[in-house]
């Protein structure tokens, strides 16, 4: 839910929300921005571990250089995809109080 300043509502009480409207009615996104950056300063090397965490699990070989450029796009939104959901899947957990066990 997206209330009029931009804040959002979840259970646990207010949030801000990542790409609330400027003051031009257009997305956070706008003019070339990108949000692609962790949001918990020092989260970046722990997100970046858990990339090739769940790329190992999934079957995507990581590139060794770290450069993830000449992955394709299917593979990288693989990884992308799965991290999301494992977030989601964390955050749920987080919520309803229960320890971090996976249901599947």
């Not at 009029?4 to 990542?18: E, H, I, R, S």
């Not at 990581?62 to 796009?73: A, K």
């Not at 693989?78 to 899947?89: D, L, Q, S």
Request: proline share 7%; charged share 20%; glycine share 16%.
């Amino acid at each position: 839910m997206q209330l009029p300043d931009g804040q959002g509502y979840l259970p646990g009480g207010p949030v801000k929300l990542l790409s609330s409207p400027n003051r031009e009615g257009q997305g956070g996104m706008a003019r070339g921005s990108s949000s692609n950056r962790a949001l918990v300063r020092g989260a970046e090397q722990a997100l970046n571990q858990f990339k090739y965490e769940i790329a190992q699990e999934i079957g995507v070989v990581p590139p060794t250089d770290g450069y993830w450029g000449d992955m394709s796009s299917r593979q990288c939104g693989a990884v992308g995809g799965h991290m999301v959901r494992r977030m989601i899947e964390l955050a749920e957990q987080r919520l309803a109080g229960t320890p971090g066990q996976r249901t599947h």
